[in-house]
């Protein structure tokens, strides 16, 4: 039995931008804080270095993470790892910082990141759930 295809999801560039940019904000005020409780005159290093190491992170990991896909067929959800969960094994999905979050009733956790409409996606996925009578 062959299964329809419904969708695919990939990561949204500007979604990965803003996360990494977030991810340097918050670093830069975790360090810069840190450097000045300890009275170093030099705090400004903690935003440099906060920006500097994640724009390179964000840099290498733009194409692998960008390029993970996700397909949602009428009996399954099938992850980049070649990992196929099955409609009715998916317990719950939500919106974390623009990534939809699929649990499953085993527990099991994973992460559809970097989704410009992660609410779509959700309700594409719950849609299909109730297709297939899971």
Do not use: C
């Amino acid at each position: 039995m062959s299964h329809s295809e419904i969708a695919r999801y990939s990561g949204n560039k500007s979604v990965f931008i803003g996360v990494q940019v977030r991810m340097a904000i918050i670093g830069a005020a975790l360090i810069t804080g840190g450097l000045v409780l300890a009275g170093n005159p030099d705090w400004w290093v903690g935003i440099v270095g906060s920006f500097a190491g994640i724009g390179m992170r964000g840099y290498y990991i733009a194409d692998e993470q960008l390029g993970f896909e996700w397909v949602l067929t009428d009996t399954h959800l099938e992850s980049p790892y070649e990992r196929a969960i099955g409609l009715g094994e998916i317990k719950a999905l939500r919106s974390v910082l623009g990534a939809v979050q699929v649990i499953t009733k085993d527990g099991e956790k994973f992460l559809i990141k970097y989704q410009a409409a992660p609410e779509k996606v959700i309700a594409e996925i719950n849609g299909a759930i109730g297709r297939a009578g899971a």
